[in-house]
């Protein structure tokens, strides 16, 4: 087949070289690579020993291919305006969103330091008196210096050296404050041998950096049931047990 077509051929159009490989001849046209560097190079066939013969690229093509050869500095500065204005308008939200899953940590961690002192008190049937502390050695009345939790033999709501301390806990950022809105004793919470409150109903208010939106607030009934506020108006601000805007100031 190969031979036909190139019998086919003008003789002026052909010229022969030898492949450094074979002891054989083999035709090939001026519009080679070889020959003539204007046209497309010959790309071998899927059969062995043949060859495709290329035609030349026209003047439109090669001015198309120079116009449409990579990014000129004008495209460059314009797509990266473009990448800044989309980085600029969505840095607020992933910022907030950030602080969301921060907040709701926290949240997370101090619900689970109040069950496992529920649970203690309910094992070592005594009283535990969660307090909020900045020298774990005795309670204070400021929640945010961090909070520590102790098996309260004598029931005074203040550790002594005698009573042995369940956990200590700080809290991880300095511009995280809590708050424990209660009736009676607000100073402390404690849990009764039975797994219910020791007569108290409240609600402990997380704030980051007195956004009322980003406010969380962990509820806790008098049987000791404890849940997490929820926006129910969908207002972007959480309710309180009362059904009211929670508020950081």
């Known amino acids: 087949m190969l031979i036909k077509l190139l019998n086919s051929l003008p003789s002026n159009n052909i010229n022969t070289i030898t492949r450094t490989n074979a002891n054989r001849l083999v035709k090939r046209t001026k519009c080679a690579v070889i020959v003539v560097p204007q046209c497309l190079p010959l790309k071998p066939n899927k059969l062995e020993g043949s060859l495709l013969i290329n035609k030349p690229i026209s003047q439109q093509q090669r001015t198309f291919i120079s116009q449409h050869n990579g990014f000129t500095f004008i495209d460059l500065i314009f797509t990266l305006a473009i990448l800044t204005l989309l980085f600029g308008f969505a840095l607020p939200s992933f910022n907030q969103f950030i602080d969301r899953q921060k907040i709701a940590t926290q949240v997370s961690q101090f619900k689970y330091l109040l069950q496992n002192a529920r649970k203690q008190a309910i094992l070592e049937k005594s009283k535990i008196t969660v307090c909020p502390t900045d020298d774990q050695l005795k309670c204070n009345n400021n929640w945010s210096d961090g909070f520590m939790a102790f098996i309260d033999l004598n029931e005074n ?19 995280l404050s809590l708050k424990f809105k209660a009736f009676g004793y607000r100073n402390s919470f404690q849990w009764h041998q039975t797994g219910i409150t020791n007569h108290q109903n409240g609600t402990f208010l997380f704030c980051w950096k007195n956004k009322p939106e980003l406010a969380r607030a962990l509820i806790i009934s008098k049987a000791g049931r404890m849940r997490h506020s929820q926006d129910s108006n969908q207002d972007g601000i959480q309710e309180d047990a ?3 805007n929670l508020h950081c100031k």
């Open 157 to 175: 709501r203040q550790k002594d050296k005698s009573e042995s301390m369940i956990y200590v806990q700080n809290l991880n950022h300095p511009q």
């Open 242 to 244: 009362n059904d009211k």
